[in-house]
């Protein structure tokens, strides 16, 4: 069915755990990254690319930090045009163009409307000069041309919107991605290229040889080893950690994270069509149609506690319900809220109001055999990689035995996109996958979206067993064979690993995946061989996590109940 070939569609390499513990204590890398999200997976297959060897140790799952938590627009950030940051936008449009491209799969373009009301913070005037902006800066790598709608035909579009004081609409484009699987994409294509990348593997310490840092020592958080691996400079990608990852060396610190939440309704309750971009006391939010459910965020607030507890509590929800409520007549309350995520954005350090910070990255260097990068977008991660790997080959390059070649990430397709034409070949491939496998169609057509043209590598587990084909539940859009492919080819460790990152299940599912979590267990468990202890272990854990991603309800009800009292 796969039309087109690339380097990164060569046959998988052995994802095994032990094979890959046992190689990362064996060989000496180039570059060691410290951190899976989509910055350090983003490095880890540059480097590949270039012909460097790499090793790369994520102390949760691949996106389990803030890269599987954030809004899912790979955009160029029409805020920060407002801010005068013309350099940020122009490199953050190039990148969206670029992944349009290499992942049509995954990054998708999405019209997006823009409501104007009278007490917006957004001047019509300004906000016209600044959507011609957008549309110049895209250049040649643009999705199409912004436009102004009078206050009718914004609401035809989004009937949902509130009528009164609406005094005109833009459309214009950016595109949407899903966070988890463009990091996991990323860090597949790394190791099929030969990085070894691990996860659930934490980086503990770093040491010197001659002055200049050139060991990890690390911990296997899953089998409870220990080891070390040596490369000739190393990385720390490590996003809201990056502090503490620092401290490992003595170095300094340098962030000021801020938290952003968002929340998942029901779409029958927030009906949108499109993406809907709605500014709120001064701060911009999105609401985002995904299926059966839409979700609405952000917020952004100073936050110190340890970014892997971020959660959504009541004063955020009540937030974000609040500027739904100011901009849809739809009257959403907390009970219509089903799911939530926090993340913790790893802004760098400077003084003023959170949502004035800017959005950039720095890269530093030190002590000796040290990089740091932090900072930066999900958008923005093809170029962060670039310009690390530039810069540590332009200081530390005469380390490695080989020179390196020019990064290639602007051409070298993601696995799964490289097809000239993918609108053409997802409506073919969604036809065949229905008529010819019998496959319902919403379950083809995330089959393709999903994995692009590497759907048939999920498709081959089911052809010694066809029950694979059938939906994890009556109208869930996720296959069987989908379980047994994430366990056995994408490194999930966890039940939540697949029920949140592999699919969104956790999310977007009917109550947290409640109707279908016993059975991807079942699948795990034969696929992974955990014991009947480490199953209901495993679904204990994940009950534990859909129950955090709702805990701000227990402060409304008892709210609730003093205020009845
Ligand atoms: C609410 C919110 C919304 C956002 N929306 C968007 C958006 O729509 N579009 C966009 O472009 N950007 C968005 N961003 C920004 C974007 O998500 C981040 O810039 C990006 O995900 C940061 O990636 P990262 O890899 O640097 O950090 P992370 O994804 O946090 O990765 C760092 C990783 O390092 C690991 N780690 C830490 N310490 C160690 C250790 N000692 N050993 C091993 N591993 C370690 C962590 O487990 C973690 O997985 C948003 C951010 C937030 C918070």
């Not at 952004?300 to 974000?320: F, I, M, Q, R």
């Not at 995520?341 to 055999?369: H, Q």
């Not at 020179?403 to 409506?427: H, I, M, N, Q, S």
């Amino acid at each position: 069915m796969a039309k087109g070939s690339s380097p990164v569609d060569s046959a998988p390499a052995d994802f095994s755990r032990a094979a890959l513990l046992e190689r990362l204590e064996r060989e000496t890398f180039d570059i060691a990254v410290i951190g899976g999200g989509i910055t350090g997976a983003g490095i880890a297959r540059d480097a590949a690319l270039r012909g460097l060897t790499v090793a790369l140790v994520e102390k949760g799952d691949f996106a389990s930090g803030t890269s599987g938590r954030s809004s899912r627009l790979i955009h160029g950030g029409l805020r920060y045009l407002r801010q005068g940051q013309m350099r940020l936008v122009r490199e953050a449009l190039r990148e969206r163009g670029l992944l349009l491209r290499l992942a049509p799969h995954l990054v998708r373009p999405a019209p997006i409307v823009l409501p104007l009301y009278a007490d917006s913070h957004h001047r019509p005037l300004r906000l016209r000069f600044g959507l011609v902006g957008y549309d110049l800066l895209a250049g040649g790598l643009g999705i199409g041309r912004h436009h102004g709608l009078s206050p009718e035909r914004t609401l035809q579009g989004e009937p949902q919107l509130r009528a009164e004081g609406l005094q005109v609409g833009f459309r214009y484009f950016d595109a949407v991605t899903d966070d988890a699987r463009l990091t996991l994409t990323v860090a597949l294509s790394a190791m099929r290229l030969g990085a070894v990348a691990v996860n659930y593997v934490e980086a503990v310490g770093l040491e010197e040889t001659g002055g200049h840092i050139a060991s990890v020592h690390y911990r296997d958080l899953i089998g409870g080893g220990q080891g070390t691996v040596r490369a000739r400079a190393v990385v720390s990608a490590a996003g809201p950690w990056t502090d503490q990852v620092r401290s490992l060396a003595g170095a300094s610190s340098l962030l000021r994270p801020t938290k952003g939440i968002h929340l998942v309704v029901p779409r029958a309750r927030l009906a949108i069509n499109a993406v809907v971009a709605f500014g709120w006391g001064g701060r911009d939010l999105f609401a985002m149609p995904h299926g059966q459910h839409s979700y609405v965020g952000t917020t952004d607030t100073d936050y110190a506690d340890d970014p892997g507890a971020a959660e959504a509590d009541h004063e955020d929800v009540a937030y974000v319900l609040e500027a739904a409520n100011g901009t849809f007549a739809t009257g959403l309350s907390m009970s219509d809220v089903v799911a939530t995520w926090a993340g913790v954005r790893p802004l760098l350090r400077e003084e003023g109001a959170p949502s004035s910070v800017p959005r950039d990255y720095e890269i530093l260097d030190g002590p000796p055999g040290l990089y740091t990068i932090c900072g930066g977008k999900l958008t923005t991660f093809r170029s962060m990689a670039e310009h690390l790997l530039d810069y540590v080959i332009e200081r530390d390059g005469t380390r490695f035995p080989r020179r390196p070649a020019r990064c290639r990430t602007a051409r070298v397709p993601l696995p799964g996109g490289a097809v000239a034409d993918f609108r053409r070949y997802e409506k073919e491939a969604v036809a065949a996958l229905r008529d010819g496998w019998q496959i319902p169609e919403e379950a083809a057509a995330r089959l393709v979206a999903a994995y692009g043209t590497e759907h048939v590598r999920v498709l081959s587990h089911a052809v010694r067993e066809p029950d694979l084909l059938q939906p994890l539940a009556p109208g869930c859009p996720v296959l069987a064979a989908e379980v047994v492919h994430a366990a056995r080819q994408e490194m999930a460790v966890t039940l939540e690993d697949f029920l949140r990152r592999r699919s969104d299940l956790m999310l977007f599912g009917q109550d947290g995946g409640r109707a279908l979590r016993d059975e991807a267990a079942r699948l795990m468990a034969r696929s992974l061989g955990w014991s009947r202890q480490e199953t209901r272990r495993q679904l204990a854990a994940y009950r534990e996590a859909v129950a955090r991603m709702t805990a701000f309800r227990s402060r409304a009800e008892t709210s609730a109940a003093e205020a009845g009292a």
